[in-house]
């Protein structure tokens, strides 16, 4: 049992220093340096890396070692392509699932948020609003092909949200607008409506997304 934590522990520390950015895309890792800055043996730091190259957060190659998979304006592309298959398609026919309390409660705090709230304060909690939104959406499908194929994406989504850092008051409000515009309807059972509401904001989010990366990320970060 020890050796299982053991190995958990190191697959989650390292994940989450990826996901936040603490090892860039780009950076080169190697097991010496991650088991002297996790404090364990090589075994458990094998298989979080194994794991993460699965995933797609690391690239490990023969006699060149291990990097951080870069981000690419071809990954976002990939990224945004996947969530227009399946967020709509799941709103529109399984959003009779989702938990209408919790789409209460999203109202609630998209409705009341300004400038001086917690959200435009502390961009870590609007990412896990958002994170958790959307996959309270893609959760009311029954469908686990689907749920594992947007797991994948939303840890690449989470660590470009950290990459690019703080995102504009503006791109906010509009935002709070968006998910307020998806709401609603949900709340009133218009799938129809809902649906196309979550694509515009699809859109939207894409459009911000490149915007944000050709403004904040240096050459050396994003390739094509």
């Known amino acids: ?3 299982i934590n053991l190995k958990t522990l190191a697959y989650n520390t390292i994940k ?9 895309p780009g950076t080169d890792l190697n ?4 088991t002297v800055e996790l404090k364990t043996s ?9 794991r993460l190259e699965q995933e797609g957060l690391i690239e ?6 291990i990097t951080v998979t870069p981000l690419s304006a071809r990954e976002i592309n990939m990224i945004f392509e996947l969530r227009n298959m399946y967020e709509p398609h ?3 026919n399984y959003g009779e699932n989702i938990d209408q309390k919790q789409l209460k409660y999203f109202y609630d705090i ?3 948020e300004n400038r001086d709230s917690k959200c435009f304060k502390d961009n870590d909690f609007y990412y896990e609003l958002d994170t958790s939104l959307h996959q309270l959406i893609v959760s009311a499908c029954p469908n686990t092909y689907i749920q594992n194929d947007y797991n ?4 690449q989504s989470e660590r470009f949200r950290y990459l690019t850092g703080n995102k504009s008051n503006n791109r906010l409000e509009d935002t709070f607008k968006e998910h307020l515009d998806i709401i609603v309807p949900c709340l009133n059972k218009e799938w129809a409506a809902a649906t196309e509401k979550l694509i515009y904001h699809l859109e939207e989010s894409k459009k911000a997304t490149f915007q944000l990366v050709f403004e904040t990320l240096e050459d050396s970060i994003i390739t094509f």
Not at 16 to 24: D, F, G, L, P, T
Not at 31 to 34: C, Q
Not at 60 to 65: A, D, E, F, L
Request: include cysteine; glycine fraction near 2%.
């Open 1 to 3: 049992m020890a050796k």
């Open 16 to 24: 989450q220093k990826i996901v936040q950015c603490e090892y860039a």
């Open 31 to 34: 097991e010496e340096m991650l």
């Open 42 to 50: 090589r075994t458990p730091i094998r298989d979080a890396l194994s």
């Open 60 to 65: 490990i190659r023969p006699k060149k070692g």
């Open 90 to 92: 799941i709103l529109m």
């Open 110 to 112: 998209f409705s009341k």
């Open 152 to 155: 994948l994406i939303r840890t």
